[in-house]
């Protein structure tokens, strides 16, 4: 049962805490960025794969026209010019494909540092959260749930008209429990 209301203190704690909002936009942008992450992640293994194929097809073009060489007096010379023709196409989209890469992997780097700050950030905020928490709790634990009658004891025990032993034993209980 102490747990319980533990947690549902944290909870109540959680919704009036003065940097919850901030807790909350660094979520959310968190979220955001794990989310271009993933896209970007997937995009650039399409592009490694778009690589991999067009490096295939060109070796490919490669083999064939190194086969054509040796049989130079083969009737099939004109396709010689084709084969060249579609190597360079192939090496253009290559080195673009090979610069995007490049490009998009860079952005992934550069958003895993902003999200491993933002990580690092939101780690920190919760801690402060718990600790503050944790504070909040050891005080009002301490704190008897009677604090208006320990008020009102107090303001009463200053009139000396009021005074007596029974209250002066109260008092030092009440305030030891301070």
């Known amino acids: 049962e102490a747990l319980e209301r533990k947690q549902d203190a944290l ?3 959680k919704k009036s805490y003065s940097k ?5 936009d660094q979520k959310e942008d968190l979220k955001t960025k794990y989310m271009r992450a993933q896209t970007l992640g997937k995009k650039i293994n399409a592009k490694r794969d778009s690589i991999k194929n067009l490096t295939q ?7 064939k026209r190194g086969v054509q060489e040796q049989l130079k007096d083969s009737p099939e010379q004109g ?3 084709d084969l060249m023709q579609q190597e360079a196409t192939c090496l ?3 080195r673009e494909e090979k610069q995007e890469y490049k490009q998009m992997f860079l952005s992934l780097k550069e958003l895993k540092q902003e999200i491993e700050h933002l990580h690092h950030g939101l780690e920190k905020s919760r801690r402060r959260l718990q600790r503050d928490f944790e504070d909040w709790w050891k005080k009002k634990g301490k704190r008897s749930t009677t604090d208006d009658d320990i008020r009102a004891f107090y303001r009463a025990s ?9 209250n002066l034993n109260i008092l030092t209980t009440l305030t030891l429990t301070l």
Do not use: M, T, Y
């Not at 200053?158 to 029974?166: A, D, E, F, H």
């Open 11 to 13: 909870i109540r704690f």
């Open 20 to 24: 919850s909002k901030e807790i909350e």
């Open 57 to 63: 097809v060109l070796q490919r073009s490669r083999k």
């Open 79 to 81: 396709d010689d010019k």
């Open 92 to 94: 253009q989209s290559l």
């Open 158 to 166: 200053l009139n000396p008209s009021n005074i007596n032993i029974s």
